[in-house]
């Protein structure tokens, strides 16, 4: 059966689709981020592999987010702080914290005259991302 016909979610067919092996590392790499949903850091992404037992080095651990950022499987948010990956499956766009580096999502469609204004009024657009990043302060850090 051809990959397209796979469903979307089935982490071994995107793999495959991007033409790189399913080794069991990055397969519970993207599996701990899609169940997170959120945006982690190598740090944090090292500590909850180590905690299920499914502990890498963490050296394996870049690899896999490289090669899969690399392919847009996942990608990446630079800080400040250390940068933070996400999985690539709803595009969205991301609030950061310029204090803390606390990425959220922030879903396209509600944004989607805001993003077409900010192109009319500066000429930045998304790109092939499809995606934007706002800094501000979040919750805890603002005052
Ligand atoms: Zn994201
Ligand atoms: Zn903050």
Redesign the pocket.
């Known amino acids: 059966m051809p990959d397209e016909t796979a469903p979307p979610q089935d982490p071994r067919a995107l793999l495959r689709r991007h033409g790189l092996r399913c080794t069991a590392g990055r397969l519970r790499l993207l599996a701990l981020l899609r169940s997170s949903g959120r ?1 982690l850091t190598p740090a944090q992404i090292c500590d909850q592999l180590a905690r299920t037992g499914s502990g890498r080095h963490s050296t394996t651990v870049y690899r896999s987010l490289e090669a899969l950022t690399a392919v847009g499987v996942l ?1 990446a ?1 630079p800080g400040p702080g250390p940068t933070r990956y ?1 999985v ?1 499956d709803e595009p ?1 766009h ?1 609030v950061v914290c310029q204090r803390c580096g606390h ?1 959220a ?1 922030l879903p396209c469609a509600p944004l989607a005259d805001a993003v077409v204004r900010i192109e009319q009024l500066t000429g930045l657009h998304p790109g092939t991302s499809g ?1 934007l990043s706002f800094y501000g302060l979040c919750a805890i850090c603002g005052d």
């Open positions: 945006h990608h948010v996400g690539s969205h991301h990425v999502d995606s």
